[in-house]
C-alpha cells in the first residue's frame, strides 16, 4: 500500500517568509509524528498527534512552530517568520498501535 | 531523556567484508530498539526493532543483539554489498515510550 507522504519535497523559504508543510500518513495510522533533521545528526522529535489531538509538542523550538491534525488524517507543520536556523529536513511519521514508525520522505527547507 | 549516540561516525568497507555498528543508549529501563536505515535525500526505512525482552533480532543478512545492563545494541550485516552504502540510525523510544530519540547515525560505504 502507500506510505507516508510529504509534500512539498523541497522548499526555499526568505527569511520571514510563512511556510506550511503537508504530511499524509499511511491510511488508518492512529499516531503521526513530526521531526526535525539538521544537516549530519539524527532527527529530533518535534510533536506527537494521536487522531486530531495533539498530545505533545514539547519538541518544538519556538512559538512560531504550529502544527495541527483537524480530522485525524493529514497534518500540516507552520513555521512563522521562518529564521535560517529552521532550515533543516522535516520527517513525518505515522504508525498504528504498533511500536514502528514508518516514515516519509521528507521536505528538505532552506531559508535563506 | 533518552541520550543515544553511535560509534564509528562514518565507516569505509571493500565489498564481502562483515559490518558491525555501534549504538549505546543512557536508559537501560528501554521500551525496545530500532534500526533504520536512511539513503541520501531520503526518509527512514525501519530494518529491525527489538523489543526489551528479547536478545537479538535477524532479517535476512542483518543481525540486531539488544544488551540492556550495558546500554548497547549493535547491528551486523553479513557479507556487505555496495547497494548497503547508506546511514544506518539506532533509535530508542522514551517519554511514555512514543517519541523516538536518534543517535547521529553512521554512514557506511561499501566499495566495490
Known sequence: GAGVSQSPRYKVAKRGQDVALRCDPISGHVSLFWYQQALGQGPEFLTYFQNEAQLDKSGLPSDRFFAERPEGSVSTLKIQRTQQEDSAVYLCASRTNQETQYFGPGTRLLVL | ?112
Open chain 2, 1 to 112: 531523556k533518552q541520550e543515544v549516540t553511535q560509534i564509528p561516525a562514518a565507516l569505509s568497507v571493500p565489498e564481502g567484508e562483515n559490518l558491525v555498528l555501534n549504538c549505546s543508549f543512557t536508559d537501560s529501563a528501554i521500551y525496545n530498539l530500532q534500526w533504520f536505515r536512511q539513503d541520501p535525500g531520503k526518509g527512514l526505512t525501519s530494518l529491525l526493532l527489538i523489543q526489551s525482552s528479547q536478545r537479538e533480532q535477524t532479517s535476512g543478512r542483518l543481525n540486531a543483539s539488544l544488551d540492556k545492563s550495558s546500554g548497547r545494541s549493535t547491528l551486523y550485516i553479513a557479507a556487505s554489498q555496495p547497494g548497503d552504502s547508506a546511514t544506518y540510525l539506532c533509535a530508542a523510544p522514551w517519554g511514555n515510550d512514543y517519541k523516538l530519540s536518534f543517535g547521529a547515525g553512521t554512514t557506511v560505504t561499501v566499495r566495490a
